[in-house]
């Protein structure tokens, strides 16, 4: 019977021990060593409890030769330098097993600043086979198990190549792929940013290659008025009603007003296009951006009807729906200004759910990222979290991964060549102060040399003169002997 219980026990253990992947996504060296870029994880019940995405760099503590994280890590300091979410400065520690229990480990990494660790497994043990269950009050950091191969290989990598950075991306989620739900992304922003509409058209033509299996929803920023009442209403160039919209430094449009007005009929075109066509909201949003945002640098409800009207869409159900969301019939009538919207109150609420404080932010489910939001963020999240996968997150992860662009190539050139110019003057310049040194050095006067040089070299010249003068003079002496006896000779 006792048997049967462990048995019974034994299986809930490994049962509370799920499997995920982590995906290697540079330097591209290491990538190619792993099949599909994956590497094959176990998570367990230590740590984290709940579902979590981290990006960010792979360290390992290469002091200690047993590299496993049993003792406190002092010489590692991997704490994080900001407070964005989705960043590179997550610090994930790799260790080995064994030694010490994985919680142990677990609290090591923790307190050297460690947002995750990933722990390598033993020998040739599947695992899958390892009993992975030490629940810790104390440790709130999420413990992962790869295969020794996969760890060996990126111990390897760290060793042989010092100073790299291993930038890698983690997803889990305790629910079984099979029934996973859409995923909910929200996006939260203003119609009075440019950058938010780049945003929207970049990503708009990738949400449609996902279908069903993402949700996605846009959520326009609005703050509520704390001096406003029904009773004593009163009239602000940057709120209607209760809600407010203050302009940035940055925004086109100075009137808080005109911008939540597009903000409520951006709302109307989403709502209609869930009706319709998916498309037409994106459609929307580019088309407003070339020719309201870039040419007209405006926001007015003229520009929109145009914008309607070039798209071929009918305007009669985006002044209804406007009108709807104040409860007046028509907005001829400046007084809807001091009502209530529905549309500005939804968004207002949905932002208190969420608990937002800073803005433009995406919501995946449960979690918020903050801060400068890429489209490279957005799309591989989707890509790693959806079931089924489009063809677009293999070329797109291939393509966020790849060599350095032409561009990048040619700054580097140029760069190489400033430095080589730098160097070749600044070597001129070191070997010119060797030679000033050499000669001044014991006080000797390099003019007075050169002086003594050519006197004594004219002194020489002088003196070859005179022998040579010489010389010639006592040859025609000789010669004239030679003359005198040979004629003498000639008359006998």
């Known amino acids: 019977m006792s048997n049967l219980i ?27 060593k792993f099949y ?32 496993d994280a049993c003792t406190p890590l002092t010489g590692l300091d991997l704490k994080r330098r900001n407070d964005t979410i989705y960043d590179e400065n997550y610090k994930i ?5 064994g030694t010490c229990s994985f919680s142990q480990k677990a609290r090591n990494a923790q307190e050297a600043g460690a947002s995750m660790l990933i722990v390598i497994n033993q020998g040739n043990t599947p695992i899958k086979n390892v009993i992975f269950n030490e629940e810790s009050n104390d440790i709130y ?10 760890g060996k290989i990126i111990e390897n990598f760290i060793k042989f190549n010092p100073g790299s950075k291993i930038l890698t991306e983690v997803n889990f989620s305790p629910l079984n792929q099979n029934e996973k739900k859409a995923i909910d992304f929200r996006l939260f922003f203003s119609s009075s940013e440019p950058k938010a509409y780049k945003l929207i058209g970049k990503i708009g033509e990738y949400l449609e290659k996902f279908g069903e299996q993402v949700v996605f929803t846009p959520h326009y920023v609005v703050h509520q008025d704390p001096y406003y009442s029904k009773e004593n209403p009163r009239i602000n160039i940057n709120c209607l009603g209760p809600y407010c919209y203050f302009p ?15 903000d409520i009929r951006q709302k109307c075109m989403f709502n209609y296009s869930k009706k319709k066509s998916p ?20 926001l007015n409800e003229m520009c929109s009807k145009n914008t309607l009207q070039a798209l071929g869409y009918p305007q009669n159900y985006l002044d209804k729906c406007v009108a709807d969301s104040f409860g007046v019939n028509d907005l001829y009538s400046s007084a809807y200004i001091e009502k209530e919207n529905k549309i500005l109150k939804d968004e ?41 996968k489009p063809d677009i997150c293999n070329s797109y992860i291939n393509k966020s991964i790849k060599m350095p662009g032409k561009k990048m190539i040619y700054f580097l050139i140029f760069l190489l060549v400033i430095i080589n110019i730098f160097l070749f003057f600044m070597c001129k ?23 003594n040089v050519i006197n004594n070299y004219f002194a020489l010249k002088n003196s070859s003169n005179d022998y040579k003068a010489f010389d010639n003079k006592n040859e025609s002496k000789s010669s004239q002997v030679i003359e005198m006896r040979e004629g003498s000779v000639g008359t006998i």
Do not use: W
Not at 8 to 32: A, D, K, M, R, W
Not at 38 to 44: L, N, P, Q, V
Not at 279 to 298: D, P, R
């Open 93 to 97: 520690l790799l260790a080995y097993r």
């Open 141 to 150: 950091i999420p413990v992962a198990l790869i295969n020794y191969d996969d």
């Open 36 to 67: 599909n870029k994956k590497i094959e994880m176990a998570y367990g019940q230590v740590g984290l409890q709940s579902n979590f995405y981290i990006r960010g760099q792979i360290y390992m503590d290469t002091i200690t030769e047993s590299h």
């Open 429 to 451: 310049k070191y070997i010119i102060q060797r030679i000033d040194d050499r000669v001044t050095s014991g006080n000797i006067d390099i003019d007075s040399r050169i002086n």
């Open 248 to 262: 940035k430094e940055t925004t086109i449009v100075k009137d808080g007003q005109k911008i939540m007005m597009e």
């Open 6 to 32: 462990f048995k019974f026990y034994l299986q809930i253990i490994l049962f509370l021990t799920i499997y995920s992947q982590i995906s290697i996504l540079s330097p591209y060296n290491l990538v190619e």
């Open 348 to 388: 207002y609420d949905t932002i208190l759910k969420y608990k937002l404080k800073s803005f433009p932010a995406v919501i995946f489910d449960d979690m918020t990222i903050y801060g400068a939001i890429k489209e490279s963020t957005i799309i591989i999240y989707l890509c790693n979290n959806v079931k089924y």
């Open 279 to 298: 498309s037409l909201y994106y459609e929307y949003m580019s088309t407003f951006s070339k020719e309201c945002i870039i040419n007209k640098k405006t």
